[in-house]
């Protein structure tokens, strides 16, 4: 059966008369209101609980002894609702900012004039960006899983885990040259800068042409 909220007086949120509780009456206000809370009521749901709440303030509101002191306790519960209502307003503001700035980082990140990416100890793909996508060939969902070295000349595969290793060894960024292999289109030669992602245990990668440069960065350097 449907139970019905008791009536209770609206205090006026600018009603001069709502007259401050003194601390000494409004401590026990809340604890009488309190202790009929307590038991049966804090087992259930929110709406069956806000029921109760709002019956305990209408028989304090129906005593003449405390129907003044109900009636500033409502003034300050509205007040508060107004409050809350409100952060959650920021809240939500704050929400649409971080996402629409969250969503221009990955559009930047995508669009980097680098192919990035984030392999594990055994350097497979975890994340790359569309450029890297690009590089490799092939769409981002069918990079997932696999191994990064296999895009590499078997020169090119051994010198890019020997990397890694020293990279482990000496915890400084590593780099070198490469022959980058593409799933479709011709092998080309790309410069690679590896570094630790520690909080996550991988390696973050960035590939670059290199051009017709020489091969003047030392592995390692």
Do not use: W
Request: glycine content about 6%; proline content about 5%.
């Amino acid at each position: 059966m449907q139970r019905t909220l008791p009536v209770i007086p609206k205090a006026p949120m600018s009603d001069p008369s709502a007259q401050a509780i003194e601390p000494e009456r409004l401590t026990d206000l809340r604890s009488r209101a309190a202790s009929r809370l307590t038991g049966a009521a804090a087992t259930k749901g929110s709406s069956a609980r806000a029921i109760d709440a709002l019956t305990v303030l209408h028989s304090l509101a129906s005593s003449p002894e405390t129907a003044s002191d109900a009636l500033t306790l409502l003034h300050e519960l509205q007040v508060h609702q107004v409050e809350l209502d409100l952060q959650a307003q920021e809240l939500h503001e704050s929400r649409a900012e971080l996402e629409s700035a969250l969503r221009r980082q990955l559009e930047v990140y995508d669009h980097l004039p680098v192919g990035c990416f984030t392999i594990d100890a055994r350097f497979v793909l975890h994340e790359l960006n569309q450029t890297g996508s690009d590089m490799l060939g092939i769409g981002r969902d069918e990079a997932y899983g696999l191994p990064l070295d296999a895009f590499f000349g078997v020169d090119s595969a051994r010198r890019f885990k020997s990397a890694i290793a020293d990279l482990d060894a000496s915890a400084h960024r590593q780099s070198c040259r490469l022959e980058l292999c593409p799933k479709d289109g011709p092998a080309r030669r790309v410069h690679a800068s590896i570094g630790a992602d520690t909080a996550a245990g991988r390696y973050l990668v960035g590939l670059t042409d290199a051009g017709d440069a020489q091969d003047g960065v030392a592995e390692g350097s």
